[in-house]
């Protein structure tokens, strides 16, 4: 088991939020996109950040994005469609999300619907 699987989701969110303002987005942005991938409403969102829910159990409670396999792309030399255990591809898929939000990605584009 990878050592991110049983790290909290809010101990790595400060970063998300970090890298998105150093680029000028806001931390409604990166939470919009949090949403978008998870299903989560904000409230659900935020428990899960106050709880300290590790990545596992936040992605098992997650109704995942239908349209999340349509992320594609390159993040930490490896390309996240090509990730075979299935949570670590969730985990590198809110991090490409992140990665598109703080390039300037137009949120109509990072948010495939």
Not at 6 to 16: E, L, N, R
Request: a negative charge.
């Amino acid at each position: 088991m990878h050592r991110i699987f049983t790290t909290s989701v809010s101990s790595v969110y400060p970063h998300y939020v970090a890298k998105a303002e150093k680029k000028g987005r806001t931390q409604a942005e990166v939470d919009e996109v949090f949403r978008w991938l998870t299903g989560f409403d904000q409230a659900t969102l935020t428990g899960h950040l106050e709880a300290g829910t590790t990545f596992e159990d936040f992605f098992a409670a997650a109704p995942l994005n239908p349209n999340a396999a349509l992320i594609t792309g390159v993040v930490c030399g490896v390309r996240v469609e090509d990730v075979e255990d299935p949570l670590m591809q969730k985990i590198r898929y809110l991090d490409k999300l992140v990665d598109e939000l703080a390039r300037g990605k137009a949120m109509e584009k990072i948010l495939r619907d």
